[in-house]
């Protein structure tokens, strides 16, 4: 363990900044083995007098500090490792900073850091401190201007936030370049790249009538896979400006993709900067799922320029501030632009698997967290997923209309300012009239609400009653929960399709003949519902409209009746999803299979029906092992090796049961060249669906028809799949398959990946031993964040039945991972180690994860990162 343990930081000890600083000027001159940054700031006191001015500043060299113009001696100021101090300065002055830094030694990916051939840089949340010191914090807002120099010929793109106001060669095979970005921003907004960069260029007229330059910058090898991300780029353009009436605001916006980096994109200011994988497009190096995701991360880091940028937060307890609310936003531009159904249903999926799981886990925190050690931990599926979840049940609560009303009030109160989540709520308060004090405990109050339901139907008086009740496990920190104010969108169904109902409750409101919105707001409420014509099964949560665990005791009947009856088709896919989960149960419990016959009855029917495809393909797929070990969690506990099995079987009767058209769909032509479009992308998820049921019961037919996909398929998507079938039929077809792609595909970074992946994911044959091999592969890097979650993470996070094998091996290859990535880069290495931390939900496993943990624990000199995962993750 480290000497001194790490502290936390706390909401409630929030102040603010003692100093503000009107402008900035930084300067870079860039060199291969050393940068230097002079920072000259113009600080104004804004508290009391005589409090010393203390800037953030971490692994820096400091050269000079001069106060207006004068030169501190040593004996004025105080250095530690985090920190400079100066003891007594001006209410007005000019503070001017030499540092030298190390670009080319950092591997954290945080601060300036060197990614293959370029310079770029990553300042959320606080990577600015190690670049200069500076008061590191969002609700420092300042003007920069930044001049860049560097070898010509090396790096002739500098880039900068902004405007590039002066560009001038030097005379010694050096240039410089001058931005100056107009908008006050915080330090974690800023960015610098240089390179030898090709870029591709479109423009956009704002709706207003202003030119916009877009650029996509990248290495020169990647030219041709810009345009998808600018197609998607002018779209989010317009949508943002048609959706939520905000415009653009400068005359350039530039996009960088870099290989080296530690999440998907980030937002700043009017240079975002990408993970290569999260902006490069191709038809042979992304399938259908990675151009959405292009899609989607070019929208979410463009929506960021008003939910972020111009309005900003005013500390990191705030993040889902941005990013809840960005994260709806782009889902929604998802919705609109695929299909809204299938977007919906892969949002709830990866809520409740994975979002679910962390509520419940050891770093369970609040939507607005109370307290960190290190901030970059609180970058979670609660904050952004769950965090969306709450902003889009106010948009529940307010309908389309009073929520634009309420953002564009928002925007308008607070643009160029940092401000709280309650700031965000208040807007949507002044709008509606509604009050949300209780509805803010969903900030506040960490874990996933419970919610059961029972109902009685009186037939003589066509009177349906239903009971909800709401509970919230306790969760660290907090051990008693107040009820949350949870909208609940229902219906009934009746044996023949919706009932129509009169609701009596006044607190609720009928939104049409067959609709509702409830108000759960206490503990326990009987709603009651009249001329109801049959005794209904309530339809629940429609469009999962908050994000709970739903308990209601449905009969095998009740889930037919949803699957074939209900109007919403959110919950005819959940009820499906349900009845498969009561299948697997069986198989593991051994019981009479009447959940099994039902759920292929009900899909044979599905199968039958024109219904919509991609519908139909997200149908086709059980739910994941990982989704039903968090299921299992809530009671039991968690067998991975008992849930892949039973879940298999449960694959193998409906694959024997429904061969002939599985047979037909895996067989199925796709007319036309590749397109990353609606129905072809649910085309060719069926017919892949459909060979991964085929090789089940006949391995030798999957593995001809996926060898000769791999041969004639003119996309990534096909030839992935056909990949898998043959990975899982496994023999030496196989290998010959997985050899000649990796061949052909070797000057390919973003298909190599996925050609680990799906490797490393695998459930068959021995994952350990293939995973061991890759991580000598000549083409893994060890210090590149893609190529270890290709392996390492898709193996620990993605492939449980292998990664809990019994000899506990996967955890010991998980933990020296981790534990030699702790310091080269702790942001990565404390991602990386989610599965561990769940042990609690594996009961016979968790001994052997436990000594894992405590092996990184009892490690010396462990990052923050890691040690806030591990030591909460062991906590009682
Ligand atoms: N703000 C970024 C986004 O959500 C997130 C991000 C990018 C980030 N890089 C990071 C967060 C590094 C922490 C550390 O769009
Ligand atoms: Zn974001």
């Known amino acids: 363990m480290r000497d001194a343990q790490p502290q936390a930081i706390r909401l409630a000890d929030y102040q603010p900044s003692a100093?503000?600083?009107?402008?900035?000027?930084?300067?870079?001159?860039?060199?291969?083995?050393?940068?230097?940054?002079?920072?000259?700031?113009?600080?104004?006191?804004?508290?009391?007098?005589?409090?010393p001015l203390v800037l953030d500043g971490q692994e820096l060299k400091l050269l000079s500090v001069s106060v207006d113009g004068r030169e501190l001696n040593s004996d004025e100021y105080l250095l530690d490792t985090d920190s400079l101090t100066i003891g007594s300065v001006p209410d007005h002055f000019e503070l001017q900073i030499l540092t030298e830094i190390h670009p080319?030694?950092?591997?954290?990916?945080?601060?300036?850091y060197r990614s293959r051939t370029m310079f770029c840089t990553q300042c959320e949340a606080e990577g600015f401190r190690k670049i200069t010191y500076y008061l590191d914090r969002p609700d420092v807002m300042s003007v920069f201007t930044v001049s860049i120099t560097a070898d010509s010929e090396r790096y002739?793109?500098?880039?900068?936030?902004?405007?590039?106001?002066?560009?001038?060669?030097?005379?010694?095979?050096?240039?410089?370049?001058?931005?100056?970005?107009?908008?006050?921003?915080?330090?974690?907004?800023f960015a610098l790249v240089a390179g030898d960069l090709a870029h591709i260029e479109d423009r956009f007229t704002t709706a207003s009538g202003d030119a916009v330059t877009l650029r996509i910058f990248v290495e020169p090898k990647d030219l041709n896979k810009c345009d998808f991300a600018m197609d998607a780029l002018k779209r989010s353009m317009r949508w943002d400006e048609e959706v939520y009436g905000r415009e653009y605001d400068l005359e350039l916006f530039n996009i960088v993709a870099v290989d080296d980096f530690n999440m998907g994109a980030m937002e700043n200011k009017s240079l975002n900067i990408f993970n290569t994988s999260a902006v490069l497009a191709s038809p042979d190096v992304t399938t259908d799922q990675g151009y959405q995701r292009v899609e989607a991360i070019v929208a979410h880091e463009y929506f960021h320029n008003w939910s972020g940028n111009r309005v900003t937060c005013r500390d990191w307890f705030q993040l889902s501030l941005k990013e809840g609310f960005t994260v709806f936003r782009d889902s929604q531009f998802s919705s609109d632009m695929g299909s809204a159904a299938v977007k919906r249903i892969e949002d709830v999926t990866?809520?409740?698997?994975?979002?679910?799981?962390?509520?419940?886990?050891?770093?369970?925190?609040?939507v607005r967290p109370d307290s960190y050690i290190e901030i970059s931990n609180f970058y979670t599926l609660t904050v952004y997923e769950k965090g969306a979840e709450v902003v889009r049940m106010l948009h529940t609560l307010l309908g389309p209309e009073l929520f634009r009303k309420g953002s564009d009030?928002?925007?308008?109160?607070?643009?160029?300012?940092?401000?709280?989540?309650?700031?965000?709520?208040?807007?949507?308060?002044?709008?509606?009239?509604?009050?949300?004090?209780?509805?803010?405990?969903?900030?506040s109050q960490s874990g996933t609400p419970v919610v059961r339901a029972t109902g009685s139907y009186d037939a003589e008086k066509k009177r349906y009653s239903l009971t909800l009740s709401q509970s919230c496990p306790p969760t660290p920190g907090q051990s008693v929960k107040q009820p949350f104010d949870i909208p609940v969108l229902m219906g009934l169904v009746g044996s023949r399709g919706n009932?129509?109902?009169?609701?009596?409750?006044?607190?609720?409101?009928?939104?049409?003949?067959?609709?509702?919105?409830?108000?759960l707001t206490q503990a326990e409420q009987t709603f009651e519902f009249d001329d109801v014509e049959e005794q209904p099964v309530p339809a629940l949560f429609r469009g999962?409209?908050?994000?709970?665990?739903?308990?209601?005791?449905?009969?095998?009947?009740?889930?037919?009746?949803?699957?074939?009856c209900e109007e919403d088709g959110f919950l005819r896919w959940d009820a499906l999803q349900t009845l498969a989960l009561l299948a697997v149960d069986e198989a593991i419990s051994g019981r009479e299979e009447a959940a099994l016959s039902a759920l292929i009855a009900s899909i044979q029917a599905m199968l039958e029906q024109d219904g919509d495809r991609a519908v139909l393909a997200m149908s086709l797929i059980l739910p994941s092992e990982n989704y039903i070990a968090e299921v299992h969690s809530q009671s039991h506990g968690a067998d991975p090796i008992a849930i892949h099995t039973a879940r298999e079987s449960v694959k193998a009767s409906l694959a024997t049961a429904l061969i002939d058209r599985f047979e037909v769909l895996a067989n199925s032509a796709i007319e036309g060249a590749y397109a990353p479009e609606g129905a072809a992308i649910a085309e060719r998820a069926l017919r892949l669906t459909a060979l991964d049921y085929l090789r089940l019961v006949?391995?030798?037919?999957?593995?001809?028809?996926?060898?000769?996909?791999?041969e004639k398929s003119d996309n990534l998507t096909d030839r992935l799949g056909a990949l898998r079938t043959l990975g899982a039929v496994g023999g030496k077809r196989a290998e010959v398959a997985f050899d000649a792609f990796y061949r052909r595909f070797a000057d390919e970074p973003l298909v190599v990946n996925q050609w680990f992946q799906i490797q490393a994911m695998n459930p068959y044959g021995d994952a350990l031993a293939r995973v061991t091999r890759l991580l000598a592969h000549p083409a893994y890097d060890n210090l590149n964040p893609n190529k270890i979650r290709s392996v390492v993470g898709a193996f620990c996070s993605a492939n449980p039945v292998q990664f809990h094998a019994a000899s506990g091996q996967g955890y010991a290859l998980l933990a020296d991972v981790v534990i030699d990535l702790n310091k080269k880069n702790p942001q990565i290495a404390a991602r990386l180690l989610a599965p561990l931390t769940k042990w609690r939900n594996y009961p016979k496993y968790a001994q052997r994860m436990k000594v894992e943990l405590e092996r990184i624990a009892a490690q010396e000199n462990l990052s923050k990162d890691v040690f806030e995962v591990v030591s909460k993750s062991l906590a009682s």
């Open 156 to 189: 002739p793109v500098l880039l900068s936030n902004g405007n590039r106001i002066e560009a001038a060669p030097l005379d010694n095979g050096r240039h410089r370049v001058v931005w100056h970005d107009p908008h006050k921003k915080p330090a974690y907004l």
């Open 499 to 519: 009932l129509s109902f009169a609701l009596v409750d006044t607190a609720s409101e009928q939104r049409s003949d067959t609709e509702a919105l409830l108000r």
């Open 350 to 366: 990866l809520l409740r698997t994975a979002q679910f799981a962390e509520d419940a886990g050891p770093m369970s925190h609040p």
């Open 104 to 112: 080319e030694t950092n591997t954290s990916l945080e601060g300036l």
């Open 19 to 51: 100093f503000s600083i009107s402008s900035v000027t930084l300067d870079f001159d860039l060199y291969d083995d050393r940068t230097f940054v002079k920072s000259t700031l113009n600080l104004t006191r804004e508290g009391v007098k005589d409090v």
């Open 544 to 564: 999962f409209s908050a994000p709970v665990r739903i308990q209601a005791d449905w009969s095998i009947d009740d889930l037919q009746r949803l699957i074939t």
């Open 698 to 710: 006949q391995p030798e037919k999957a593995a001809d028809i996926a060898v000769s996909l791999l």
């Open 409 to 443: 009030l928002y925007f308008d109160r607070h643009d160029g300012q940092a401000v709280t989540c309650d700031d965000f709520v208040a807007a949507m308060e002044a709008v509606s009239g509604i009050d949300l004090t209780q509805f803010k405990r969903w900030y």
